[in-house]
């Protein structure tokens, strides 16, 4: 019960009330004689004449450009490295003389609502609580309830195996949804998110989510004989998944060897998912395409196998 429900809901709350209060409007000043370069910020013609807060600034002087970055907020980062980049090409592009090849009017866009870095965190508390559930559910039955006896003593009863593994999947996938409605409760009654998401595909990422991790578990179970291995072995990796999926913070803050590791997690590709759900980061729609049907192919592969083999073993 702590892993499937207090341990997220305790990362909800201590995050929530570190980021809840961020994801504003972004602010960008430049401080230049050259007035064509307003669609990037503000303008000024010197740093002493910048009055209130800006998330960063850029000093363009002749032959270099200053970036001034105030801010730390891991929501904002992605941003303004792409601003850096659009202002870098457009400085040089005006001073070469050369026109644009393609002219980009810019349009403000009214989204329904305004992410913040508290919703990146949310669906990744989703995500975090689906994982414990599937995983370390799974490795308790397989593991544990074989070291008891009770898978033993199931296989002389009537029970059919795939039916064994449909109550577990079963199981699994009611836990995962209380604990997720939980979560959403508590975010908008703590920190007023408000949710606008794509239901059906919600459903199918959890639904997908919930199988990929019940089959990593399973996967484990048979892996290791011994339970207290198996359960050692599944903190390790959850660990490791909760900081290396970009589950709470970005992949791009990680080292291009550990983003490497990220892509072997299915936790990876369920939080793509479920943002996607949100519209909180997009991912193509092939990209999504592929992500839901690798997470559901290996669930299924492997609860069938475990329900093929488990009574096998005793």
Known sequence: MFFSLAFPVMFLVMFGYIFGGGGGELKTAVVTTDTRLAEFGDIYSSLDEIKGYYHEIAVVEEGKITFLRKTSDTYYQPVLDGWEMSLKNAVERLRSGLKPVVKVQLKPVRASHEPRPFDYTLT????????????????????VYREKGVLKRLKVT??????????????RLCVGIISTVLILVLGEVLFGVRYQMNVWLFIASIVSSTLSFIGLGILISFAFKKPETALEFSVILF?????????????????????????????????????????????????LSVYLSALFVFGLALIYFAAKKIFERE
């Open 239 to 287: 660990t490791m998944m909760m900081f290396l999926s970009g589950v709470y913070f970005p992949l791009t803050f990680l080292p291009n060897f550990l983003r490497a590791v990220s892509w072997i997690f299915p936790v990876k590709y369920g939080v793509e998912t479920i943002r996607y759900s949100f519209g909180f980061k997009f991912i193509t729609p092939t990209q």
């Open 158 to 171: 009537p029970v059919e195996p795939f039916s064994f593994a449909l109550g577990l999947v079963s199981s």
């Open 124 to 143: 990744g508390v989703i995500a975090i609580s689906l994982l414990s559930m599937g995983l370390f559910g799974s490795v308790e039955v397989f593991s």
